[in-house]
Nanobody
Framework: QVQLVESGGGLVQTGGSLRRSCVGY????????MAWFRQAPGKEREFVAAISVSDSSTYYRDSVKGRFTISRDNAKKTVYLAMNSLNPEDTAVYYC????????????????WGQGTQVTVSS
């Protein structure tokens, strides 16, 4: 059974940091591109960051560049999202996702999703 199990969300003050983790079960993690998305109340789900299978190339939405870092450890079947200099606009439910074929910013292309975890940044 395929599962993406997330951890590491929570409440933090503006300027603070959090690290999200997502462990993949039931599939060959190293063969899949991984990404993070987020959804704020009343808004569409949006791309945050992605990391490729082959050379670990990374991609970010403009608003998180320089503040967030995506990484992966294939031996641990885990993808991480380190979030620094957080601000209230980063408040959302964050999801990890897996895509087999082509790394993309399009959420509809992703096959597997984590359960989502709330990140709240207080001002």
């Amino acid at each position: 059974q395929v599962q993406l199990v997330e951890s590491g969300g929570g409440l933090v003050q503006t300027g603070g940091s959090l690290r999200r983790s997502c462990v993949g079960y039931g599939f060959t993690f190293s063969n899949w591109h991984m990404a993070w998305f987020r959804q704020a109340p009343g808004k569409e789900r949006e791309f945050v960051a992605a990391i490729s299978v082959s050379d670990s190339s990374t991609y970010y939405r403009d608003s998180v560049k320089g503040r967030f870092t995506i990484s992966r450890d294939n031996a641990k079947k885990t993808v991480y999202l380190a979030m620094n200099s957080l601000n209230p606009e980063d408040t959302a439910v964050y999801y990890c996702a897996a895509e087999r074929s082509i790394i993309t910013r399009l959420s509809e292309r992703y096959d597997y999703w984590g359960q989502g975890t709330q990140v709240t940044v207080s001002s």
